[in-house]
Antibody
């Protein structure tokens, strides 16, 4: 079964750094791009960008460029989303998803809630 | 950047009724459009990919059509588990950008 499992909820202070993870199983990890999306509780989905696990090439949505970093470690079949300096406005649920060849993303991780508060 | 608009914002219907949801793009996306269902506390679930293809395990009451800039998701006869928020998503080839629509909430009348 194709599956993405994300790391657990995090509580951080403004200015702190954070890396969350998304581990893939059940398919060829380097065969599909991984995308990330943000959802503020009660609001809609925002697409953040994607990474190609085969060569680590990234594309960031302009709204997120420069504020987050996407990376992968193919040895553990895991994608990462990282912040160097969190803001309270980063409080949200973050999802990873596998991008299909045709438009569509499946499966999705279960989501990681990141809370940034002083 | 391509902007997606979904209508209506909210759809209030009864079980057994037909639901028709619209997604409009600010410019043509060809057939590069997907539809998702999201229930409270859950991750989005892919319903439709490539504008009109049902994902594996999705019931036949879900269908979709459209190309270019206008797309439609139809639920032929609503069941209780279909009351949720529905998002459309486009993907462009270059730049390899994607975006979601703001969502349509289908709730019980």
């Amino acid at each position: 079964e194709e599956q993405l499992v994300q790391s657990g909820a995090e509580v951080k202070k403004p200015g702190e750094s954070l890396r969350i993870s998304c581990q893939a199983s059940g398919y060829g990890f380097t065969d599909y791009w991984i995308s990330w999306a943000r959802q503020v509780p009660g609001k809609g989905l925002e697409w953040m960008g994607r990474i190609d696990p085969s060569d680590s090439h990234t594309y960031y949505s302009p709204s997120f460029q420069g504020h987050v970093t996407m990376s992968v470690d193919t040895s553990v079949r895991t994608a990462y989303l990282q912040w160097n300096s969190l803001k309270s406005s980063d409080t949200a649920i973050y999802y990873c998803a596998r991008q299909l060849i045709v438009a569509g993303e499946k499966p999705w991780g279960q989501g990681t809630l990141v809370t940034v508060s002083s | 950047e391509i902007v997606l608009t979904q209508s209506p914002v909210t759809l209030s219907l009864s079980p057994g009724e037909r639901a028709t949801l619209s997604c409009r793009a600010s410019q043509s996306v060809g057939s590069s459009l997907a539809w998702y269902q999201q229930k409270p506390g859950q991750a989005p679930k892919l319903l439709i990919y490539g504008a009109s293809y049902r994902a594996a395990g999705i019931p036949a009451r879900f269908s979709a059509s459209g190309s270019g800039a206008d797309f439609t998701l139809t639920i032929s006869s609503l069941e209780s588990e279909d009351f949720a928020v529905y998002y459309c998503q486009q993907r462009s080839d270059w730049p390899p950008h994607s975006s979601f629509g703001p969502g349509t909430t289908v709730n019980i009348k």
